[in-house]
């Protein structure tokens, strides 16, 4: 048995070292990357908050959770991310703006000018940019159209990276929950 091993140790060596290599080169390839974060500058917005339940659905918990996940990924992604939960009619408010807007115009409309008149916008540099961002608006009031409207709105490079199809999942995993039963979860 000795002689054995010794006329394959050199084999044995070799082995060894080919799959100390492997082990060594998966490890390096497969390490995570460090985390890049963003400094965000933005001189217009003033305000801090990022989760505004107007129609009091959420938890004041479930609103500190969302606001510490939103402000981890806030500073992961470089943009603003913004949670806005309504149960109002937005119908008039949008007509003021736009006569022939209808149905989901009115979140749109009501989500684009939330984001704007409180100078969201991670990279806001002036009164007119937009910075990068993105805001969810959830409407729970039925309009007159029987409907129940939510628009995400984005701004920047979210924008320009996310397409129609892109939004359709987002919203689509929003729906996947009971919204009514579970709004934390959606």
Avoid at 53 to 78: C, H, K, M, Q, Y
Avoid at 101 to 111: E, L, V
Avoid at 133 to 152: A, F, M, P, Q
Wanted: contains cysteine.
């Amino acid at each position: 048995m000795k002689e054995w091993l010794r006329y394959f140790r050199i084999w044995f060596l070799v082995c060894g070292i080919l799959l100390a290599a492997v082990i060594i080169s998966y490890i390096s390839m497969n390490k995570p990357e460090e985390t890049v974060t963003y400094e965000r500058i933005n001189n217009v917005c003033t305000e801090t908050e990022r989760v505004f339940d107007f129609a009091g659905v959420l938890t004041d918990n479930e609103e500190d959770d969302l606001r510490a996940i939103i402000a981890e990924t806030e500073i992961s992604t470089g943009c603003d991310i913004i949670l806005v939960v309504m149960n109002e009619s937005l119908e008039e408010y949008a007509k003021g703006y736009f006569p022939d807007a209808y149905g989901s115009d009115w979140a749109m409309i009501k989500a684009d000018n939330f984001y704007d008149e409180h100078g969201f916008g991670w990279n806001k540099y002036v009164e007119a940019d937009d910075g990068d961002g993105i805001l969810l608006l959830d409407n729970w009031y039925r309009e007159s159209d029987g409907k129940v409207h939510t628009w995400l709105s984005t701004s920047g490079k979210v924008e320009h990276n996310f397409s129609d199809a892109h939004i359709n999942l987002v919203l689509d995993a929003v729906y996947a929950y009971d919204i009514e039963a579970e709004p934390y979860r959606a």
